[in-house]
């Protein structure tokens, strides 16, 4: 397994890039109408991953999420099952539940005007019930939000029409399905905020060649970033990436799991980078047109052959710090953007083939709010 320098020419991986150069004006990232209409296109069609499962490990434990201006209370039926509704009484419009807890007489009360909500979201008891019209509050509930869990985690969708979860990921939910996320722990986590469109966040993490000017002495060393394999999977993307001093000595095997750093984009906004015994998740939420918040996780499996349980917590600990070493090198890049967004030099982004992952990511948004790919 060799690797080329930056200074020479194309690896074979870097020769099979599958799509072509394309170019992308600055307002893709600057223009608050299309930001708006990527919050309704993108983010109210699809399924994101909000908390790990053990954020409600028992039953009637509930939490509020709120993210891309939607409040979500997350229940924990008696039956072990996850429920979600929108965090806004059907009588004036007061929000209902704040922060997280168990609400162990499985209700919640709507603290203006009384109105009482089970763990489903369904009203109960309504006071003054005499004086409204009853079919008004015939089966009145706060409405539902489609939710599941999988690999370890709780996703949402915001609309109905968005196809069960493992439709939606398509060939991504095989290949994460083959790490057994459901045996994994969340053991660290951590946000930053950056003072970027949420786009230029996704695309900071969706390539590698910024490794050895960005992440010289973090990562620069790990990975054989030239060595790259890219995968379209429309509307995600994937790449295969060998491990310096790993790869070479896996067993031999069809798996590129078990042998290679696999980084997965979970459209619109959600990597997986999966080691093959642990891995770091983050998704970068829209605040504004120009700032972001970016939640990040460490997910870890059992101990691997060989290692003891403190072992393993003292090489994850390694690997949580160097994470966000990396992250925090990247957080500087991406904040500077912010001060030359505006400036008349930046007239867009151009991404080359080893962007290709960067390239059908715009394409799929630009298709989702009716725009062309520009020529």
């Known amino acids: 397994m060799t690797q080329t320098s930056p200074k020479t020419g194309l690896t074979a991986a870097e020769q099979q890039y599958p799509l072509p150069p394309s170019r992308w004006d600055a307002s893709v ?4 109408d299309r930001y708006r209409s990527e ?7 699809s399924w994101f991953p909000v908390h790990p499962s053990g954020d ?3 039953a009637r434990d509930f939490l509020t999420w709120d993210r891309i201006g939607q409040s979500i209370v997350i229940t924990r039926l008696d039956d072990g099952s996850v429920r979600a509704w929108h965090n806004v009484c059907q009588h004036r419009g007061a929000r209902l539940v704040n922060g997280s807890g168990n609400c162990g007489r499985a209700r919640f009360t709507c603290p203006w005007h009384g109105f009482v909500y089970d763990l489903e979201g369904v009203v109960g008891a309504v006071p003054l019930r005499e004086s ?3 079919e008004a509050l015939r089966g009145l509930r706060a409405p539902a939000v489609q939710v599941t869990e999988w690999a370890g985690w709780i996703w949402l969708a915001l609309s109905d029409d968005v196809p069960p979860l493992l439709d939606h990921l398509g060939a991504i939910g095989t290949e994460l399905a083959g790490y057994g996320l459901e045996g994994f722990t969340t053991r660290f986590r951590t946000s930053v905020r950056l003072k970027v469109n949420w786009k230029i966040a996704v695309d900071g993490f969706n390539e590698t060649w910024h ?22 999977s429309s509307p995600h993307s ?3 990436l060998p491990i310096r001093g790993y790869t070479e000595r896996a067993k031999a095997t069809d798996d590129h799991r078990a042998s290679h750093l696999c980084h997965y984009l979970v459209f619109p906004n959600t990597i997986f980078s999966c080691f093959p015994t642990h891995l770091q998740m983050w998704s970068a939420w829209p605040v504004s047109v120009d ?12 101990p691997p052959a060989g290692k003891t349980a403190e072992q393993w917590d003292r090489h994850n600990r390694r690997d949580w710090q160097q994470f966000l070493d990396v992250l925090n090198e990247d957080a500087e890049v991406i904040n500077d953007i912010s001060t030359v967004i505006g400036s008349l030099g930046f007239r867009g982004s151009m991404f080359n083939t080893a962007e290709s992952r960067l390239t059908a990511f715009h394409r799929e948004i630009a298709r989702r709010i009716g725009e062309g790919e520009p020529a």
């Not at 990232?29 to 608050?32: L, S």
Request: glycine fraction near 4%; charged fraction near 20%.
């Open 238 to 240: 994937w790449m295969t």
């Open 211 to 232: 490794v050895p000017f960005t992440h010289p002495h973090t990562l620069a060393g790990l990975v054989l970033w030239r060595d790259a394999v890219l995968r379209i």
């Open 39 to 45: 919050l309704t296109a993108v983010f109210h069609h």
């Open 291 to 302: 700032e972001t918040e970016l939640c990040a996780y460490e997910v870890v499996g059992p």
């Open 132 to 134: 409204f019209d009853e």
């Open 29 to 32: 990232y600057t223009d608050p």
């Open 56 to 58: 409600l490990p028992r």
